[in-house]
């Protein structure tokens, strides 16, 4: 079937530094994208989206890159700060409707 | 501004109890969704509601059943509880459906549910 997943369950990174989180998604037709950060105890909370007609998005520290290509979706935050710790997920949303799709989730670990 | 509410925050059930896990939102949206997160894991839709009298399953809504009455309520019940159902519930909710830019979901603070 078709699933959304991520590359690293686990990255640390030095407080200051970008950070770079990725995310593989199987179903080619998936028009729509969304990275959401989960803090321990907390429920995800949106970041930012992109549509697949978009192959770059930027938003406040945080740019999302999406290459069709080779179906990839990737996150960056720029000089991640110890509150970017958290679980971030990626999910798409299919072309048949609006249910999202995530991913395992990543764990961001910032060092001070 | 509230957004979405979840109660209770914790509960424990023994197997074959049941239990309703309640959830509302403040921000008159029509599509309301339930998730539940396993440890390490993302998470998996149970059922979804797209209006007050229409729900649908998910990807895992065996054991599980749900209503909407109402746009802003959408409770989620467990009938003879499980092990295999102790997990952290999430609510959801969100303005649109399909790849729209504002088809954001918000999601409540969760339920984290033991099953012993």
């Known amino acids: 079937g078709e699933s959304v997943g991520l590359h690293l369950p686990t990255l640390s990174v030095q407080e200051g530094d970008n950070s770079i989180i990725n995310c593989a998604y199987s179903n080619s037709a998936s028009d729509y994208f969304i990275w959401y950060k989960q803090e321990s105890g907390k429920g995800p909370q949106f970041i930012i989206d992109?549509?697949?007609?978009?192959d770059k998005r930027q938003g406040q520290r945080v740019t999302v890159l999406l290459n069709k290509t080779v179906k990839h979706l990737s996150l960056q935050i720029a000089a991640t700060q110890p509150g970017d710790s958290a679980v971030y997920f990626c999910?798409?949303?299919?072309?048949?409707?609006?249910?999202?799709?995530f991913g395992q989730g990543t764990e961001l670990s910032v060092k001070p | 501004n509230a957004g979405v509410t979840q109660t209770p925050k914790f509960r424990i059930l023994k197997i074959g109890q049941s239990m309703t896990l309640q959830c509302t939102q403040d921000m008159n949206h029509n599509y309301m969704y339930w998730y539940r997160q396993d440890p390490g894991m993302g998470l998996k839709l149970i059922y979804y509601?797209?209006?007050?009298?229409?729900?649908d399953k998910g990807e895992v809504p065996n054991g599980y059943n749900v209503s909407r009455s109402t746009t802003e309520d959408f409770p989620l019940r467990l009938e003879l509880a499980a092990p295999s159902q102790t997990s952290v519930y999430f609510c959801?909710?969100?303005?649109?459906?399909?790849?729209?830019?504002?088809?954001?979901?918000?999601f409540g603070a969760g339920t984290r549910l033991s099953v012993l």
């Open positions: 959801a909710s969100s303005y649109l459906s399909g790849g729209h830019p504002n088809n954001i979901q918000y």
């Open positions: 992109i549509r697949s007609n978009m």
């Open positions: 509601s797209v209006g007050a009298g229409i729900t």
């Open positions: 999910a798409e949303i299919p072309p048949q409707g609006g249910k999202l799709i």
